[in-house]
């Protein structure tokens, strides 16, 4: 009887990968020409001051609607598009996108604000990846300034030297840089202080149990006074409450992202909420 329940079990994750393994396929074979068939876009969600409410930025979050497959979540496509390096020509699109749609806002009178775009891995490695970012700024003709691009901790790490060295050559250009997911990785503190990165982001597991979970209010303090101590500034991810967003504006967290203030959005609903909370017009 339990060779018979072991053999079961053997077949039902047989079947279980197979099913994993088909649907990565698929989405593999869906992804190559998703971009041209249009069914990728960026929604924008804001990043605001923690200390005066102000408007810092915006963070373009790659959508992807299959007319067969339906909306297909980034956790789930992101991964598979890295394993292929199918990547590095959507995270392309994605920063050129983003770089234009800021260009848009600002000639249409919205006010100064970055837009954070998220780099991969393999993006960040391209040996001429500082001529592309060049290249997208010049094309869209938006400022380098208003530009940020978002590492992850992993990326940063992996090669610290290199990393070093690009992160140099990007700033040289203009654009700011942000450590993602900060807390999840293993940032040694010897090369943090050498990177040229201007602020973390907290990665929102550790916002999650705010402000009642001792553990990760002693870690989101703990990460706030080290980036102070290293001049960095920080930004929560993934705020939901407002009893999370007066934690870290006591704690003296710099600025906040999440639902509280806003989902990602569509650019048009994005210009909709920020007339609704911003313009003088209403
Ligand atoms: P991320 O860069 O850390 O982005 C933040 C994620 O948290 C987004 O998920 C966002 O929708 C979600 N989020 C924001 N506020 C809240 C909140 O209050 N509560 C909760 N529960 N979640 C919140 P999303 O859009 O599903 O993206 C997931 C990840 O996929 C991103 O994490 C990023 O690593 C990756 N990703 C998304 N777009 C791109 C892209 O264009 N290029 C690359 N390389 N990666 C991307
Ligand atoms: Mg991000
Ligand atoms: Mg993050
Ligand atoms: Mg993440």
Same mark, same amino acid.
């Given at each position: 009887r339990a060779k018979q329940e072991g053999r079961n079990r053997h077949a039902f994750f047989t079947q279980e990968m197979q099913a994993l393994a088909m649907r990565r396929l698929q989405l593999e074979n869906a992804l190559r020409r998703a971009i041209e068939r249009g069914e990728m876009c960026l929604h924008y969600q804001p990043q605001i001051s923690l200390c005066n409410g102000s408007l810092i930025g915006v963070e373009a979050l790659l959508r992807w609607n299959? @007319?067969?497959?339906? =909306?297909?979540? @980034?956790?789930?496509?992101? #991964?598979?598009?890295?394993?292929t390096g199918q990547i590095v020509t959507i995270g392309e699109w994605v920063l050129r996108q983003a770089c234009?749609?800021?260009?848009?806002w600002r000639q249409a009178g919205l006010p100064s604000m970055v837009v954070a775009v998220n780099l991969s891995a393999a993006q960040f490695r391209q040996p001429d990846l500082v001529q592309r970012v060049a290249? =997208?700024?010049a094309d869209s003709g938006l400022p380098a300034e208003w530009l940020e691009l978002e590492l992850t901790e992993s990326t940063a790490m992996h090669d610290p030297q290199a990393a070093i060295a690009t992160v140099d050559a990007l700033r040289a250009l203009g654009v700011h840089l942000s450590l993602d997911d900060f807390g999840t990785g293993y940032s040694s503190l010897n090369h943090l202080k050498r990177f040229q990165i201007g602020k973390l982001k907290i990665d929102q597991s550790f916002v999650r149990g705010? @402000?009642?979970?001792?553990?990760d209010a002693g870690i989101v303090e703990t990460i706030i006074q080290m980036a *102070?101590?290293?001049g960095l500034k920080t930004v929560a991810e993934g705020v939901e409450t407002e009893a999370q967003r007066a934690f870290l504006q006591q704690r003296g967290?710099?600025?906040?992202?999440?639902?509280?203030? =806003? *989902? #990602?959005? @569509? =650019?048009?609903d994005f210009e909709s909420w920020w007339r609704a909370r911003f313009s003088p017009e209403g």
């Open positions: 299959h @007319p067969t497959l339906g =909306a297909i979540s @980034p956790a789930e496509f992101i #991964p598979v598009a890295e394993h234009v749609q800021l260009q848009q290249q =997208a700024l705010l @402000p009642d979970d001792a553990e *102070r101590s290293l967290c710099d600025q906040m992202q999440g639902y509280l203030l =806003a *989902r #990602p959005l @569509p =650019a048009k």
